[in-house]
Every structure is written in structure tokens, then in C-alpha cells.
């Protein structure tokens, strides 16, 4: 066999080490100033994980990122995940990093790029992503908040934004718009605006049920007056860009939800290694053990398709089916897993002094965010042409 290049055996070495080096490294880090579940944003941790380079972790050095590939960044997040307990704080991260930053860095203006890059890699500003609207969610053709185009150039913005991740907090934030609502995803066009205008408001933090760190906001936009140059890419651009957002997103920002899935396991193994009933321990009971290694099993697939995504995103390579797959698998496996933990740990499980209820909570998130599993299914039935009459042979 021929020898193979170093980011090769690199990309190789992520499949198959479980406790690779980043991801370890990241996992101590995690642990430390991460590690205690929070039910509120902690501004002190999100600029520590600056610090520590997670903002900056894909972004080019010359604005002030570290030049990281995505499954480098993989396996960051995936071992922030594992280290911490703070889940909601790392999807967060998870957010803005894959979400909000990559469809600036891909679309967005060199002029856009160095207002807003530099301070969002340095913890400085915080960025957030307005997709989503009380009536249109993943229905993206059916966005109502109107850009009027003006005829002295630039557009008005009016319209009601749900679902914006760090909405409450954020500096910047990407909106989409329609110039048409007739044209469908045709119409869209992306904004990169200052969240601090005054035409720019948001709603308290939704309760919900996990991720009480990470706060998720309305936001309304009323006669918001922009010029040309707050045009995320082309004006007519929107849908593609942000189909090439959300494929990202839904592939890499679970990264972390595998992390915390393998805590998952790793508590469930200790305790059945350790708790005893009739005689003796847990573990040696089919029912627990053969549940932990179905765990195990689903676990392990998931981290393979999240990571072949990112190997094909850093190929250059269209990552639709593969995201869609990774999505599925991994958050579907996350709330499998926390609610077999519950099960296992017994009535304690069911204590919030146990720490497994919160994970259960924050998996069903997966659930929802980036599309839900039918989503998913309907992206992949799709693909394969699964909904459409067979081709006849000539």
C-alpha cells in the first residue's frame, strides 16, 4: 500500500481515536471551566471558551480565528461536550461558530468580514442567526418579514423573527428577508446588521424545557432602514445561503451532543459496575448490559456520520445527504441514551441530584433545532429519489 499524507492519517486519526489528543484536551478544559450545569448565560464562561480559541476555531488567522479544518473543530466540540455539564453553554458555541460564522465567512463582504470576524473569534461581540418565524419554521419559503427595496437604494425591514439563539444577548445577527413573499425561497436575502439599532428589539428569554443557559428570543424589526452594503452576499442569495448554513449546522453542531452522549454511557457503565441488587451488581443483568451496549452501538454510528460529514466538508464535497443522516443518528441516539440512563440509575435518575434528568432534557432539544427528524427523513427519502415513480428501462 502507498503511504498516506499527514492530514490524511489526521482525518483517519479522528474516526478511530475516541480519546484524540484535541478531543481530550478539550474535555479537561471543559471540565474545569465548564463543568456545572447553569441555568442562566454566564458571560465569564463565554469569554473564557474565547480564550481558549472556540470562537475563533474555524475562522481564518488573519482575522483572528486559528484556521482549524471542521473535523478539527469536530473534535473541540466533541470533547467540550464530553467535559461539560454546562450543555447549554456549548450549544450555544456550537451556534455561532457552525451557524452564524460560517455563513458570514462564506458569504459574507471583506468589509463584513473584518468588522465583525475579529471581535466574534475574541469573545468580544456575539453573533445570532434569524432564520425562523412564528409561522414559518422549517418551511423557509414561507418567510413574511418583508425587505421593501427603496428606490434611493437599500431596503426597509419589517417583520417578527422566533427561535434566534442568543437573540437577547447578541451584537450581530444575520436575517433573512423577503422582497417577494410570492417568490418563495426565490426572494430571499440575507442581512448582516448591528442587533444594537434601535428598530431592533427583542423578546424576553422562551422558557422551554433544557439548554436554560443558552437563551433563545423573539425578535421584531419595525421600518429597520439598511444600506446595499448590509446585503449578506447577493440581494436574491438568502435561501442558498442559508441551505448551506443549515447543512453545516445540522451536521456539526451535534458534535457536542456526541460528547455529552458518551458522558452518558461513561455514568451508566460506572453504575453498573458499582450499584448492587439482589446480590449483585447491576451490570451483570442482561437487561442493563445489553441496553449499555445498544448504547454503545447507536453512539458510535452517530460519531462516524457527523465526523464523514465533516471530513466531506472540508473536501469541498456537498454535505445534504450526510448532514441529514448525522442529525438523525446523533440526536435521536442522545435522547435514547439519557432516558436509558434514567432508567438504569432508577428512581435516582429521576433526582435532579443525579444529573441525568438535565441531560434528558437537553437531548430532546436535538429533536427540534435544524430541522426534526421527519425533516431529516424527508431530506434523505428525497435524496433517493424514494418519493418518485422508477425510471423505465430503454
Known sequence: MGGRK????????????????RKAAAAEWASVHLGEHTDEFDAHRWQAAAEFGVQGLTMPPELGGAGAT?????LTFEGLGLGARDNGMVFALSAQV????????AAGSATQHERWIPRLCSGDAIGAFAMSEPDAGSDTASISTLAEPLATGGYRLNGTKTWVTLGSLCDVVIVFATTDPSLGRWGLTAFVLDAHRPEISFGEPIEKLGLESCPFTTMTLTDCVVTDDDVLGNPGAGSSIFADAVNAERAFLYAAQLGATERTINACVERAQTREQFGKRIGQFQAISHTIADMKVNHEAARLLVFKAGLLRDAGADVTMAAALAKLQTSETAVQSALDAVKIFGAEGYTTAAGIEHELRDAIGGLSYSGTSEIQRNIVAGLLRADRPARRRR
Do not use: T
Open 6 to 21: 499527514d492530514d490524511e492519517i489526521g482525518a483517519f486519526d479522528a474516526l478511530l481515536l475516541l480519546d484524540h489528543p
Open 70 to 74: 471542521i473535523v478539527e473543530a469536530l
Open 98 to 105: 457552525f451557524s452564524m460564522q460560517s455563513a458570514l465567512l
